[in-house]
């Protein structure tokens, strides 16, 4: 597997080695000992989920308060924009965030490392989006940063995609601001 680093350096691009032919392609989709080692973190998961959304939905940026989730998280089906935010209050980057294009055929992982809020917008008619996670989901701690938070300025490719508007849940529609979290 190849690991490289963006620019906030915790938050990885995993890209499997894919084996292919006229038949299909094989690659193994995860293996504890090779993540840890090609990572240098020692992360153990904990629950798999997988969701499926419609073009231009947009869900997130989601994180816990307690029980904080680091997410490998990879696309079997479709198109997503994802993108981590560092939610860490000393890190160097913290309020900085990150975007990849994770696709069914690039079949990259991306590694968003626990203290950091996630989300993803859907670029393709639809998309199953399938993530490990290192703590369990807790609802009661869950909160939400607003997509489009001015501090933060995320790029997402609405237009690039003929997305006019993203669609999202309520919850999501009243995320808080970055400034907001610790209150």
Known sequence: MKVTPTAIPDVLVIEPKVFGDARGFFYESFNQKAFNEATGTN?????DNHSRSAKGVLRGLHYQIQQPQG?????VRGAVFDVA????????TFGKWVGIELTEDNHKQFWVPPGFAHGFLVISDSADFL?????????????????????INIQWPLVKNGISAPKMSEKDSNGSSLARIFD
Not at 43 to 47: K, T
Not at 71 to 75: A, F, T
Not at 131 to 151: F, G, M, Q, S, V
Request: aromatic share 12%; with cysteine; proline share 5%.
């Open 43 to 47: 992360h153990q998961f904990v629950q």
């Open 71 to 75: 997410k490998l998280v990879r696309v």
């Open 131 to 151: 993530y490990k996670t290192t703590d369990y989901y807790a609802p009661e701690h869950e909160r939400c940063i607003a997509w489009n938070d001015l501090n």
């Open 85 to 92: 935010v560092d939610i860490r209050k000393s890190s160097p």
